[in-house]
């Protein structure tokens, strides 16, 4: 099968910004500033982002380039005879879908959202049936479903175009629009009156907020929002020429990331500050507290519009990278055409959405975790918690092992081309820091999850296995 390339250097960095922009970007990020302390959660991460974030990037990257393969295939083309690395490239065609199944119930929530603000749904009416519709919502298994089916269908038809006419043209016009849409949307949030306190309590790092537990989240967020591990990356690595060197075109998209993630807080505090939303209402912040706001604001019918366009094109853009890294894969283990495997993997993945889209209804009293969770709850903790860091930790392995793809290999690929170069002094810290850190991550990981009703391992050692 002959391989498919990118038609322009924008088009690459556009859509692997792409794929690492999502709502960890803008939903995620945000109410984790809130709840750990604004500026000191935001400076812990902004470090974690270049020390963690960028390395791995590198690595996975380099590791498509490469092997010109999927994340599939790509360990067959770089491992010695008899190794057994290829084992993970099967996980992460796993680790795709399942981030896939709950993450199109969260982009149908928004589209929702949206297209519930441009009919006027959404203003006018009283605060405490505002706060109730995002509860409502989820309890209607024909909205959850349908714009989960909305979502996913998007996604195909856009991929059945091809890589360049279909994912890096619609994307690249997504993204455009989705930066300019930020942009506008910040300048409003300036005018507001209380966002002078709350650009302060995002942006003036108080160092007395820095505890192990703000460290710990700042590291797990910097970590999982460029959703490394899963071959995300790696996919479009394989579509590069070698012009360009990698760490360059890495810090490009690391930047596109960190614009959007911050961008988001700028318009989200001072409007919290405005409406006396509490910015620590976690993940109801996006859903409950914002809608509430553009309830309350002049022209919020607009606002919250442009609002949830944005959120749904950031929502996208992801989808439709990560659904093109699951057909890439599908297509070199079965050689299919595009269409077939559009087809075949869109029905695929529409059925394993479904879970995920009735947990909070018709199957709410599958509760995996305790009486709050939800098949969501799950699948986020298999992908979040387990799949990511464990993943991220066989691609860094394989390019600083000898018994990998070794070092060597790993740095004069990424150094390949014109740009920003890995440096061979590197080497101890991606060799041994790096891969101790990403361990923490997930024991961290398991230690603090809350498995039942606030029941978590760490909690339980602390108070003598009680």
């Known amino acids: 099968m002959k391989r498919e390339r990118l038609g322009s250097r924008l088009g690459f960095i556009l859509l692997s910004a792409g794929c690492a922009i999502g709502v960890g970007n803008v939903w995620k990020f945000p109410w984790m ?41 790509l360990y067959q083309e770089l491992e010695k005879p008899g190794q057994k690395w290829h084992i993970h490239g099967y996980g992460t065609l796993v680790a795709n879908a399942l981030l896939m199944m709950f993450y199109t119930s969260v982009a149908g929530w928004i589209l929702y959202y949206f297209v519930q603000f441009l009919m006027g749904n959404m203003t006018g009416i009283s605060h405490d049936v505002s706060l109730n519709l995002f509860g409502n919502m989820l309890s209607d298994s024909g909205i959850t479903v349908g714009f989960m089916a909305i979502v996913v269908i998007l996604a195909f038809v856009v991929l059945s175009f091809g890589l360049q006419n279909g994912v890096e043209r619609i ?159 599908v297509r070199e283990i079965t050689n299919w055409g595009r269409i077939k495997g559009c087809i075949i993997c869109g029905i695929s993945m529409l059925v394993l959405s479904v879970p995920c889209a009735l947990g909070f209804n018709l199957w709410s009293e599958f509760k995996p975790f305790g009486s709050t969770s939800s098949v969501l709850d799950l699948e986020d903790f298999l992908v979040t918690n387990c799949l990511l860091p464990v993943g991220a930790l066989c691609y860094v392995l394989f390019c600083v092992t000898k018994k990998g793809w070794g070092f060597d290999n790993f740095l004069q690929e990424a150094n390949t081309g014109k740009g920003m170069k890995l440096k061979r002094w590197m080497r101890p810290y991606m060799t041994y820091v790096l891969p101790a850190v990403i361990v923490i ?12 009703d606030n029941f978590t391992i760490i909690g339980w050692i602390k108070n003598g296995f009680k």
């Open 33 to 73: 500033a809130g709840q750990y302390g604004g500026g000191a959660f935001v400076l812990i991460y902004l470090i974690f982002l270049l020390i963690l974030g960028l390395p791995v990037m590198v690595m996975e990257f380099s590791l498509g380039r490469a092997s010109q393969k999927s994340p599939v295939k």
């Open 441 to 452: 991550i997930f024991i961290t990981g398991i230690l603090n999850f809350q498995f039942d």
């Open 171 to 329: 994307t690249k016009y997504m993204m455009i629009i989705l930066l300019a849409l930020m942009v506008v949307l910040a300048i409003n949030s300036f005018t507001l009156d209380g966002a002078q306190e709350g650009l302060t309590f995002y942006l003036k790092p108080n160092l007395s907020k820095i505890t192990l537990d703000v460290v710990v989240a700042a590291m797990n967020q910097a970590f999982f929002t460029l959703s490394l591990g899963i071959g995300s990356m790696a996919i479009f690595g394989s579509y590069l020429g070698k012009d360009r060197s990698l760490m360059g075109e890495s810090v490009n998209i690391l930047v596109l990331d960190t614009f959007v993630a911050i961008v988001a807080g700028l318009i989200i505090f001072p409007a919290c500050f405005t409406f006396d939303v509490e910015p620590a209402a976690g993940p109801s912040l996006l859903f409950e507290a914002m809608a509430s706001v553009f309830n309350n604001m002049k022209g919020g019918r607009w606002w919250g519009s442009l609002f949830f366009l944005f959120m749904f094109f950031a929502a996208m853009t992801t989808v439709i990278a990560v659904m093109q890294n699951i057909l890439a894969c």
